[in-house]
């Protein structure tokens, strides 16, 4: 029971402190991307700590039921052996990290089907409206407006109006969108939603929507910067962003984050550097949460045993 109380508490300190160790990733020096994978890895290390330590309240043998066994049979016949409430104390203690699973199953699978229902109506809607070239349908509206769409059919939305912009502005703002579809972005956003939805009272899971919305556009932008360079998607930003237009299911902007974004973009060199080891910065940054809870842990455990 040790082990699974010392799971809880990581994924307690993650759910609590993981704002604060996280907000320096918001930087114009550090890629984007890696931000997003330590968000990620947050709300991932606190589910997965949680599942852990319920397992291990409930088979502390893996999978060795015997306890439990015997405790339901004590309750059947009346009678409950000496042996078995600490079996009982252990049951009662996972009820907590069952309870938050079961919470945010629930609110998943809601939010599951009313985005699929979404996207399917958005999907009929774009075939009798539209006019398709590749993956961008294109929309006869003046404004220039472009939103990407997630799932299995991601598809890019825009109107003629992004070609008024130029064709060296437009090709970067086709790059944004297909950025989010190939990073799914849409997925991330919708993981944060869920996770603020089902455990709003932890600091993580209040933060994680709006910061996934920023490290995602971010990225996004990076991809564009990297591949037209990054004035030019700052300008097409700046165009883009004057439109005010937010579409329901879709990454749209806000001015809280067009402005980080405007920042970001002029921190930037006139070419964007490409990421070495892009893979592996990533991975490193995902784990990261769930480095420092440990390594917090081990530190409190060896200052104890030491005094």
Same mark, same amino acid.
């Given at each position: 029971?040790?082990?699974?109380?010392v799971l809880m508490a990581s994924a307690a300190l993650i759910g609590v402190a993981g704002p604060a160790c996280l907000r320096p990733t918001v930087r114009p020096t550090l890629l984007p991307a890696a931000a997003l994978a330590a968000w990620l890895g947050a709300l991932m290390a606190f589910l997965g700590l949680t599942a852990l330590s319920a397992m291990l309240l409930l088979f502390p043998h893996i999978l060795d039921t015997r306890g439990v066994t015997t405790l339901v049979g004590g309750c059947l016949s009346g009678t409950i052996p000496h042996s078995s409430f600490g079996t009982l104390v252990q049951l009662a203690i996972s009820l907590l990290p069952l309870t938050i699973l079961a919470r945010v199953a629930f609110?998943?699978?809601?939010?599951l089907r009313a985005a699929r229902r979404h996207r399917a109506r958005h999907f009929w809607m774009l075939r009798a409206a539209t006019c398709r070239s590749g993956q961008v349908h294109w929309i006869d509206d003046p404004r220039p407006i472009a939103y990407s769409l997630g799932g299995a059919r991601g598809a890019v939305v825009a109107t003629h109006g992004i070609r008024s912009l130029g064709e060296?502005?437009?090709a970067a703002v086709i790059e944004h969108e297909l950025a989010h579809i190939r990073g799914r972005h849409h997925v991330a956003v919708l993981c944060a939603d869920i =996770? #603020? +939805?089902?455990?709003?009272?932890?600091?993580?899971?209040r933060r994680a929507p709006g910061m996934v919305r920023l490290m995602v556009e971010l990225a996004a932008d990076d =991809? #564009? +910067?990297?591949?037209?360079?990054?004035?030019?998607?700052?300008?097409?930003?700046?165009?883009?962003?004057?439109s005010g237009m937010a579409v329901r299911g879709a990454l749209s902007m806000s001015s809280e984050s067009v402005a980080v974004r405007l920042i970001w973009l002029r921190a930037q060199g006139p070419t964007c550097r490409a990421s070495i080891g892009r893979c592996r910065l990533m991975l490193g940054f995902a784990l990261l949460p769930t480095a420092l809870a440990s390594a917090v842990l081990v530190a409190l455990f060896r200052a104890y045993c030491t005094f």
């Open positions: 029971m040790t082990v699974a109380l609110v998943a699978v809601r939010g060296k502005q437009c =996770a #603020a +939805a089902a455990l709003p009272i932890l600091p993580l899971m =991809a #564009a +910067a990297r591949a037209h360079g990054p004035r030019t998607v700052h300008a097409a930003l700046l165009a883009m962003s004057k």
